[in-house]
């Protein structure tokens, strides 16, 4: 390393060559930590960042992305004196050197706690908001990776958020996600993500509702729909996942504002093609549809006339989290009342539940049971059926667990009442 830093200094053809060598070099851990501790070598990189020849320029960044790769956060803190110059090159000359320092910042974000407090009062987040309006797709992605990162450090929600929702950063990141599938599909994941972790970390999200944050992920849910069946680009699952949060998230804090049956059948085409190849949409379509039906009777009857029921019930055996889940939106549809339970009872629910109950599984069993609770409820002969099908000794081997007793015990009363009682 020593020898290298001496070429660095040499003539402009050795100095070229010895910082190759040295990017190169730069790509082990341990040569990284020697590197950061040598006297002036960091000044040497600096001023070699900061020349005005593009090529060693250029030299230069590729050295100090090495650097930022470091899991070591003394190496992400000797980089301190750079953040500065690398936040003035993000308006750079060629977009290669341009994504260079975004992805070095993004790095350095992610190790060092230091960095992060240094970059807020030096302007990284308008230096961002400028630089999310560039055309290129590749400086897009930059910028989606260092806001990601930002977004998800500790101290965020009080301290990042609120300056990224007061700056015009809101508003591109919900039009490059939407136009992930004309435009550039890394950035709209990237964005995605960063949408999703201002919503999941931030207690009211009124900018992004003032933007029409719901409309606009549920037309692009419908559009992602509607290209499965044919051409879906690859890595579609990694947009169709967090855009899936989003919305979730927003309805949760918010009601239900959408009343769009197409929005259902887009769930479900999404559950049908993802099903095999990338399981774990599941549980996220679940945890939406069950946001959509939770208070709203409108999607409870749609999902019931548009008879997707039988395609809901075919989830049970995906997996402990999809079951619960499952067994949480049948319990939102009986909750509506006699003629969702009549609907219900059509299809073949109770025979299904009877082995839910046998499990081991103490979440989904309890979730069986509130979905019983409200069969037996509004339709007491569901409890005589489920009776004859072997339900009394189901519920009997409950009556011993103690966060389940009580409700089981009050199951056996009810199937046991006569009916019309």
């Given at each position: 390393v ?5 070429g660095?200094?040499?003539?402009s ?15 082990n851990?341990?040569t ?9 070598s960091?000044?040497?990189?600096t ?9 060693m320029?250029?030299?230069?960044a590729?050295?100090l992305?090495?650097?930022s790769?470091?899991?070591?956060p ?12 690398l936040?003035t090159?993000?308006?750079g000359?060629s ?5 260079l ?10 190790e ?9 009062p ?11 309006q560039?055309p290129?797709?590749a400086?897009l992605?930059?910028?989606?990776y260092?806001l ?8 965020s ?9 007061d700056?015009v950063?809101?508003q591109?990141m ?11 599909m ?5 964005f995605?993500?960063?949408l ?8 009211s ?6 933007l ?14 509607s290209e ?8 579609l ?6 855009v ?13 504002p ?15 093609c993802?099903l ?7 549980q996220e ?26 395609a ?10 999809a079951?619960v ?10 909750e ?7 609907q219900?009872?059509h ?9 839910i109950?046998?499990?081991p ?5 309890g ?14 002969e569901a ?12 519920l009997?081997?409950?009556?011993s667990?103690p966060?389940?007793?009580?409700r089981?015990?009050a ?6 009442q006569?009916?019309g009682?």
């Amino acid at each position: 390393v020593l020898e290298l830093l001496r070429g660095v200094h040499r003539g402009s053809e050795d100095r070229k060559g010895s910082l190759s060598r040295l990017r190169w070099a730069l790509q082990n851990e341990e040569t990284q930590q020697k590197f950061v501790r040598l006297d002036g070598s960091m000044r040497t990189l600096t001023g070699l960042f900061t020349s005005s020849l593009a090529d060693m320029q250029l030299e230069a960044a590729r050295c100090l992305h090495e650097l930022s790769h470091s899991s070591d956060p003394t190496v992400a803190e000797a980089c301190l004196p750079v953040t500065s110059y690398l936040l003035t090159y993000l308006s750079g000359h060629s977009v290669e050197f341009t994504e260079l320092c975004l992805y070095t910042l993004g790095n350095l974000v992610v190790e060092s706690e230091a960095v992060r407090k240094q970059l807020l009062p030096q302007g990284i987040i308008p230096v961002l908001a400028s630089c999310i309006q560039s055309p290129h797709e590749a400086v897009l992605e930059g910028v989606g990776y260092v806001l990601s990162q930002l977004l998800q450090a500790k101290e965020s929600p009080m301290e990042i958020i609120p300056l990224v929702l007061d700056s015009v950063l809101p508003q591109h990141m919900l039009r490059l996600v939407c136009s992930g599938l004309k435009a550039g599909m890394g950035a709209a994941v990237e964005f995605a993500w960063c949408l999703h972790y201002i919503i999941c970390r931030h207690k009211s999200n009124t900018v992004l509702l003032a933007l029409g944050a719901v409309p606009a992920l549920t037309s692009l849910l419908l559009d992602l729909a509607s290209e499965i069946p044919q051409d879906a680009p690859e890595g579609l699952e990694l947009l169709v996942c967090p855009v899936l949060r989003c919305l979730s998230n927003l309805l949760a804090e918010t009601g239900c504002p959408v009343q769009d049956e197409r929005l259902l059948i887009a769930l479900f085409l999404i559950l049908q093609c993802f099903l095999q190849q990338h399981p774990f949409l599941v549980q996220e379509c679940l945890w939406l549809l069950n946001n959509l039906t939770a208070d709203d009777p409108f999607f409870c009857s749609a999902l019931l006339s548009l008879d997707l029921l039988p395609a809901l019930l075919q989830l049970l055996p995906c997996s402990q989290m999809a079951r619960v889940l499952v067994l949480t939106v049948l319990c939102n549809i009986a909750e509506k009342g006699l003629f969702q339970c009549q609907q219900l009872l059509h299809q073949p629910v109770l025979p299904l539940l009877l082995p839910i109950l046998t499990l081991p599984d103490s979440e989904a069993v309890g979730q069986c049971l509130e979905l019983l609770h409200l069969l037996f409820l509004h339709c007491p002969e569901a409890a005589a059926d489920f009776t004859r099908q072997g339900g009394q000794q189901a519920l009997e081997q409950h009556q011993s667990t103690p966060e389940l007793q009580e409700r089981a015990q009050a199951l056996l009363d009810m199937a046991r009442q006569p009916l019309g009682a």
